[in-house]
């Protein structure tokens, strides 16, 4: 079985930054897109960014100059860094790996973790 784990939310004030990481594990050969998705209270799930296996990356409007996503594929790991941080960043950032290769092939979801931006 894949599993994702996040790491590196937290509370965080307006123009901070943050890093989040998202491990994948389990019997995998490669992953061809990793990425990231948010949630906040009320709103549905958006897409934040993605990152190919070939290093082609695609950002929402909302967080283009400041968000960047970078993955290391030893380590089947996923990285987004935050800078610039708006209140309406609060949300909970869930990492996604689509496309996984390996004895169980599919789709996956982290569990989430959450980021608060307030004074």
């Known amino acids: 079985q894949v599993q994702l784990v996040e790491s590196g939310g937290g509370l965080v004030q307006p123009g901070g930054s943050l890093r989040l990481s998202c491990a994948a594990s389990?019997?995998?050969?490669?992953?061809?897109?990793m990425g990231w998705y948010r949630q906040a209270p009320g709103k549905q799930r958006e897409l934040v960014t993605w990152?190919?296996?070939?290093?082609?990356?695609n950002y929402a409007d909302s967080v283009k100059g400041r968000f960047t996503v970078s993955r290391d594929d030893a380590k089947n790991t996923v990285y987004l860094q935050m800078n610039s941080l708006k209140s309406e960043d609060t949300a909970v950032y869930y990492c996604?790996?689509?496309?996984?290769?390996?004895?169980?092939?599919?789709?996956?979801w982290g569990q989430g973790t959450q980021v608060t931006v307030s004074s």
């Open positions: 990152i190919t296996s070939g290093g082609r990356t």
């Open positions: 389990g019997s995998i050969v490669s992953i061809i897109s």
């Open positions: 996604y790996a689509g496309g996984v290769i390996g004895a169980q092939s599919g789709n996956y």
